[in-house]
């Protein structure tokens, strides 16, 4: 799986980092709901005046979704045999 992460100032002009975004496939059904957490996540630490300047969304997932559906999202291929 293929990961982004994205880099921006806050209000309060503070360097912000946001790693560990998944990206999707176009006809992934799961798009569009973490499309949407995402904005309602940046919004959240854009306004933050906490001390941190590297925030996780892979564990802001972890807490927002259902475990079912988070790891749908984040699924990793076990291969057999160690091949």
């Given at each position: 799986m293929l990961f982004?992460?994205?880099?921006f100032k806050n209000v309060y002009g503070q360097k912000v980092k946001?790693?560990?975004i998944p990206v999707l496939e176009e006809d992934s059904?799961?798009?569009f709901m973490v499309q949407m957490?995402?904005?309602t996540f940046i919004a959240k630490v854009y306004r933050s005046h906490e001390g941190r300047s590297v925030y996780s969304?892979?564990?802001?997932?972890?807490?927002?979704?259902k475990w079912p559906i988070y790891e749908q999202i984040f699924k990793t291929d076990i291969l057999k045999?160690?091949?």
């Open positions: 982004k992460s994205l880099e946001i790693i560990d059904t799961y798009r957490r995402l904005e969304f892979r564990d802001y997932l972890k807490k927002a979704l045999n160690n091949a």
